[in-house]
């Protein structure tokens, strides 16, 4: 069999290619576009099925360099802690305080299911882990970042298997959100709030943030002092004995930068500026990620893979439909939030936000839900899910 090997440049060229394919196929076919699935995702996928039909019939392996990748994924989740902003926590309120503590909840009812089940199917609770809150509140980025960590810790094929099941949760949730949603609200007859009042419950001054050519500077510039001084954390937590994935040190100091900043106003954050780093870094450590997949190695987790999906989807709907809109009021507010609730909790946030648009469209406005989703789903659940993971990965 052909090797061919690709440098860390042809390896991120070959990646961004993927991601264009990707975003092109996106436009093209609308189903794509409905499920949210992002384009490096598409892409990828694609070229990881062209690379498996050539593995098995014995012409092309292809060996990549995937030094940018852990750089790319780094640098994303030091902005994602950059988000945990504790001034909006506080202003959001008692609402805001409940359903953090709600997908708090759901994250380890999640990875409860996944490692019990996989242990009554007598697979390794690691193959369980990566259908658990990895990938279905974490999505493709959570998927494709603790993949490696799960490989090291001896489950060949984890990145495989962790991105398989992020992919399932997209389309899962998505589909499962908006009726979900709609059978609440015409089992309860339930009918839209006077949104003035909800308009000033929670204040996100990101959305808002303007973007300046000269940020983008010193916004890269905190982003690396941030995953320079977290390393050094990361090396000082994992002295405890625990395993600790690199990024968790850099999102901890990127969070108390942030509020450190906001409190005393002594320096500037550049949010806007690092949200669109991030976003860029995502992109391409998704794209390598995707890549790099060996879909060959999911063949004999088959079935214990469906089992396992199967019930994260059951469990999904029960926490959602019993949990989330008792929780949070049993009104209109919560039966909207209901069906975002199952688009980041299988997916990402932008499925939670197209479900609740779906359900919108049709019964009323839900400012309450429009507000809370995306500042939790964007700015805490990663944050919070990826301490939870660390924890649950050292317990295993």
């Not at 990875?111 to 390794?124: D, E, Q, R, Y």
């Not at 489950?155 to 609440?184: D, N, Q, Y």
Request: proline letters at 3%.
């Amino acid at each position: 069999m052909l090797t061919l090997s690709l440098n860390m440049y042809l390896t991120t060229a070959l990646a961004v290619v993927v991601l264009y394919i990707g975003s092109m196929l996106k436009k093209r076919f609308r189903i794509l576009q409905t499920f949210c699935i992002p384009s490096p995702v598409i892409g990828g996928l694609l070229f990881s099925i062209v690379s498996c039909i050539l593995h098995l019939t014995g012409l092309i392996e292809f060996a990549l360099d995937e030094t940018l990748k852990t750089v790319c994924m780094v640098m994303f989740f030091t902005s994602v802690g950059f988000q945990a902003n504790l001034k909006v926590l506080k202003s959001g309120g008692v609402a805001l305080l409940l359903f953090l503590i709600c997908v708090g909840g759901l994250i380890i009812v999640q990875n409860l299911t996944a490692v019990g089940l996989s242990n009554l199917l007598g697979v390794h609770p690691l193959v369980g882990m990566s259908t658990g809150s990895i990938a279905m509140t974490g999505g493709h980025g959570t998927a494709g970042a603790f993949g490696p960590v799960l490989e090291s810790l001896g489950l060949e094929g984890a990145t495989t298997l962790c991105t398989a099941a992020a992919t399932f949760g997209l389309v899962g949730g998505s589909l499962m959100g908006g009726p979900i949603g709609r059978k609440l609200i015409q089992k309860h007859n339930l009918k839209p709030k006077d949104s003035n009042a909800d308009e000033k419950l929670l204040i996100e001054d990101e959305v808002k943030h303007r973007r300046s050519v000269k940020g983008y500077a010193p916004a890269a510039y905190q982003l690396v002092i941030a995953m320079g001084l977290g390393t050094i954390v990361s090396e000082l937590l994992s002295m405890t004995g625990m395993s600790i994935p690199i990024y968790i040190g850099p999102m901890l100091v990127a969070a108390a930068m942030r509020n450190i900043g906001e409190m005393s106003g002594k320096f500037k954050i550049y949010m806007g500026e690092i949200n669109d780093i991030g976003g860029i870094c995502l992109s391409l450590f998704l794209g390598i990620a995707m890549i790099s997949l060996k879909l060959w190695q999911l063949a004999d987790l088959a079935v214990p893979l469906i089992l396992l999906l199967a019930a994260q989807t059951i469990l999904m709907f029960v926490f959602a439909y019993f949990v989330i809109y008792n929780v949070m009021g049993r009104d209109y507010d919560s039966a909207v939030l209901t069906s975002g609730t199952c688009g980041f909790g299988m997916g990402a946030t932008p499925n939670a936000m197209a479900n609740m648009q779906a359900v919108t469209e049709r019964y009323g406005a839900s400012v309450k839900a429009f507000l809370i989703v995306p500042i939790v789903g964007s700015m805490f659940a990663d944050f919070i899910n990826s301490l939870f993971i660390t924890l649950f990965l050292n317990l295993i």
